[in-house]
């Protein structure tokens, strides 16, 4: 059951790939579009769990304050993205270390920290899908080592999100909220967090607003990678509630590619070259391996 809610989890963060692919061909990759979608991301994420939530908000103490630190974390990669893509201009290597430090940190740590068990299997179905995420973003292009650095950032930063995410899950110490309860505080924290640096940025850069000239079309689109990532995210948490670190997000980063691709040849038109049916067939195989 763990590895259909596992799969399902998989397929919505292909989906919320896709409207963010969707937002940035429509308003670009400006800061002030970026902070834009991520502060009306964490206020729909907010409304929508708030309401699955019967209008509760579960506020205990540690689940705020783990929910805070997740904020900022994802607030400080959004901010190393963007940098990465004003001095690069290439996507690739932002999702390639935010999607690599996002499932190889807590293998790590759930081998080191949390006593799961190493198997070879698992090693092996990992290295698969590393190598299958570089080739999918890998354009060929030369780093800088500023750039380098930044990347370096993102993979810490992402890896840490999913180490927070599961100490939250399987803490038995303190009280804390459930899955949908700390989406619905995750969304809030963001909103709080990317709110006050949008409105910076708003008041500094105010002639990038008619980047956003179409806010119902942008709104739409918010509200469905919100819908999309806050379940996705929910699902996540239940599966660190019974799975190990070291099945979790190595699956569901390998899953997410899989899904990506195909998404991105339904919906996108994209063609399957060589490299990215091989990166799909890697990350599928390595995937498998966790089962």
């Given at each position: ?60 103490p ?33 999702t ?25 299997m ?23 080592w500023?750039?380098a ?94 799975l ?30 060589l ?17």
């Open positions: 059951m763990y590895y259909l809610i596992l799969i399902f989890s998989a397929l919505l963060l292909g989906i919320t790939f896709a409207f963010n692919k969707l937002y940035q061909i429509a308003y670009g990759a400006s800061p002030y579009a970026a902070f834009f979608f991520n502060t009306l991301l964490g206020l729909t994420t907010l409304a929508a769990f708030w309401a699955i939530k019967g209008f509760k908000l579960e506020l205990y540690y689940s705020c304050i783990m929910a805070g630190i997740e904020g900022i974390l994802v607030i400080s990669y959004n901010i190393f993205g963007f940098k990465i893509l004003k001095s690069s201009g290439s996507m690739s290597m932002y390639l270390s935010l999607m690599t430090g996002g499932m190889v940190l807590p293998y790590i740590w759930g081998i080191v920290f949390l006593n799961e068990p190493f198997t070879y698992r090693t092996i179905g990992l290295i698969l899908i590393i190598v299958g995420v570089v080739l999918s973003n890998l354009k060929g292009s030369k780093t800088k500023n750039q650095l930044m990347c370096g950032a993102v993979f810490l930063l992402n890896g840490c999100v999913s180490i927070v995410s599961k100490m939250h899950q399987i803490q038995t110490i303190y009280k804390t909220a459930d899955s949908s309860g700390f989406v619905a505080l995750s969304g809030m924290f963001k909103f709080l967090i990317a709110g006050t640096v949008f409105l910076i940025i708003k008041n500094r850069n105010a002639e990038q607003n008619i980047r956003i000239n179409n806010k119902p079309k942008a709104i739409s689109i918010i509200a469905a990678a919100a819908v999309a990532s806050g379940l996705s995210f929910m699902l996540q948490l239940k599966g660190a509630s019974e190990p670190a070291t099945v979790l997000y190595p699956f569901v980063t390998g899953g997410s590619i899989v899904f990506s691709a195909v998404i991105g040849g339904i919906v996108f038109k994209e063609k399957f070259s490299r990215l049916i091989l990166s799909v067939a890697l990350c599928f195989i390595g995937t498998i391996f966790f089962i």
